[in-house]
């Protein structure tokens, strides 16, 4: 008998060519039946718990291909100023935050960005010290590629008028009459600053993955690819032995050395239903629209005298010959590799290197992924599917750098940019997620922005890219199932597959694209338990606990 039913809906299975269903049950943790009210309600004993989804899409869980998860659970009670309006309301709340912070405690967060105020012009130090005072203050813009310091944080740093030069791979800004830092940090320059923030204790992230985990829910998120540091990942362990993982993680230990991490990889499970480390993150350049991405040609709008005008490779990358003998050493020891890379020289070197582990290693079914691929060479697009790479994309971020892409390279350069369509069209497979809390973990503002192509602004965005509604969900389900090995066990609803279900507000398939962003989850369930409901869809008290031991990686 059931444990749940879910009865009178309009469901959405996933798997190519399959009509819709009406109803599913879910027993022990997993699908069990797929199919009409009448033959679903036939699974139901006097324990079953029934969900009547009055007429609501029924799909499967959500995955978020790319987050940051503690990070993200952090950010929620940090200083957010990603819809400042301007310089006065930037000024305003970050002064807020500082009338409540301890003497000597850090003002964090951020996430600005300045694109769409009418006087884009980017803050420095001067808007900020006269309200922070002696209060360290580092507020990253929105990409994570550039950061804000005040001046009580840059001298913690060092970092003045006479020094130090920029450091491989990151920048200083600084005014060019005196030399005087503005407070604008690039890539690797934050971390000047970033190793004197006090790091969060163990008990700090455990209630951040809570706290965040309680949010992806109403978003109908049931599981990520997570982006870690070495910090979180016995937080993870430790959610998992006490039974409180509410999603499924992913993991991909976010470090620069890899070769000093592989001992560390081999503490935690490469099995696991909920908990796995699947392999090693690297980076290879910046951010568009840091102008750090790495491009083939210089940007459009760089300046005669830009150091970087084509942007540049961070620390990790350079020189790229021995970070490829690093992907190569990840590759033949049976590691996922996930290197983030933008600009369209990056993209077109990473897949090089992807290319030369094929040929060294000759391992079958690699799956290694290249996270953002946002801007591509031409001749790059077919290279994804005949090389099975991923493109683990964030289609939120196409709605954040279409305001401000063809000024900075050009629009030739931009019809590769974003290239779903292509990407598809050529044999690749996409994987769907946010860079949350680069951006709002709503997977449906994801759906909409690449399905209209319509930027934070309104305009449109090589619309040429935009893919279909069903497209776009299957690369946040099946897609991103496949992106980590899963597609057994997760990304459909079919008979055997493990119960992450979600019941959402509206039919992302029925009303107008640009509605799609406004959808959330009315019922999620991960592993068969009930994470989060509105009121009305609400079962009975009872719901089963996932299954001890559950396994099934694939």
């Not at 899409?57 to 990070?71: E, M, N, S, Y």
């Not at 600053?193 to 008990?203: G, L, T």
């Not at 890219?465 to 897609?479: C, D, H, K, S």
Request: hydrophobic residues 40%; aromatic residues 8%; glycine residues 10%.
């Amino acid at each position: 008998m059931a444990d749940i039913i879910i009865v009178n809906g309009n469901v959405w299975t996933g798997v190519p060519g399959a009509g819709p269903a009406r109803a599913l049950a879910i027993a022990g943790g997993r699908i069990i039946r797929v199919g009409t009210d009448e033959q679903i309600r036939g699974a139901a004993g006097p324990k079953t718990a029934t969900v009547d989804a009055r007429g609501r899409l029924v799909v499967p869980g959500l995955t978020d291909a790319h987050i940051h998860l503690i990070g993200g659970g952090l950010h929620l009670s940090r200083l957010n100023l990603r819809d400042a309006k301007d310089r006065a309301d930037f000024i305003r709340r970050v002064a807020q935050r500082a009338q409540t912070a301890q003497p000597g405690e850090w003002v964090l967060g951020g996430r600005w960005s300045v694109e769409s105020w009418a006087a884009p012009v980017a803050p420095v130090k001067e808007w900020v010290d006269p309200v922070t005072g002696d209060r360290p203050l580092f507020l990253s813009r929105m990409d994570g590629h550039q950061a804000l310091a005040n001046s009580a944080a840059l001298k913690l740093a060092g970092i003045d008028a006479k020094g130090p030069p920029d450091p491989q791979g990151g920048v200083i800004e600084r005014d060019p009459q005196t030399g005087e830092p503005t407070g604008i940090l690039k890539d690797d320059a934050m971390n000047l600053v970033s190793a004197h923030i006090p790091q969060p204790s163990a008990e700090r992230r455990y209630d951040a993955l809570r706290a965040a985990t309680d949010y992806l829910h109403r978003y109908g998120i049931t599981g990520v690819h997570d982006m870690s540091e070495p910090e979180d990942l016995p937080v993870y362990a430790r959610a998992r032995a006490e039974g409180g993982l509410g999603l499924r993680v992913y993991s991909f230990l976010m470090v620069d050395n890899w070769s000093r991490h592989y001992a560390t990889l081999s503490k935690y499970p490469r099995d696991d239903a909920w908990f796995r480390v699947a392999g090693l993150k690297g980076f290879m350049d910046g951010s568009l629209g840091s102008r750090t991405a790495f491009m083939r040609a210089p940007y459009a709008d760089a300046a005669p005298s830009a150091k970087y005008p084509r942007g540049l490779l961070v620390d990790q990358a350079d020189p790229f010959e021995e970070f490829q003998r690093q992907i190569v050493r990840a590759d033949a020891a049976g590691l996922q590799v996930a290197v983030h890379a933008i600009g369209d020289q990056a993209n077109h070197l990473l897949l090089n290197a992807y290319a030369a582990a094929i040929e060294a290693n000759r391992r079958r079914d690699r799956r290694n992924r290249v996270e953002h691929a946002q801007h591509l060479l031409p001749g790059d697009l077919a290279r994804f599917g005949e090389l099975g790479v991923i493109a683990s994309m964030q289609p939120l971020h196409k709605a954040d750098d279409g305001r401000y892409a063809e000024e900075a390279i050009g629009a030739q350069r931009c019809k590769s940019s974003y290239a779903y369509r292509s990407l598809l069209d050529t044999g690749a497979k996409l994987a769907f997620g946010s860079d949350w809390p680069v951006v709002s973990p709503n997977p449906f503002a994801g759906i909409e922005a690449a399905v209209t192509g319509r930027t934070l602004t309104g305009r449109l965005f090589v619309p040429a890219q935009n893919i279909t509604v069903e497209e776009a969900l299957t690369a946040y389900t099946a897609g991103a199932a496949y992106a980590a090995y899963r597609e057994r066990e997760l990304g459909t609803l079919e008979v055997g597959k493990l119960a992450d279900v979600v019941v959402l507000s509206q039919d992302v398939f029925a009303i107008p694209p640009e509605k799609i962003s406004e959808t959330r989850a009315d019922l999620t369930i991960v592993g068969g338990r009930v994470t989060w409901s509105v009121d009305e869809l609400r079962p009975p008290p009872r719901s089963p606990a996932p299954v001890a031991g559950e396994t099934g990686w694939g």
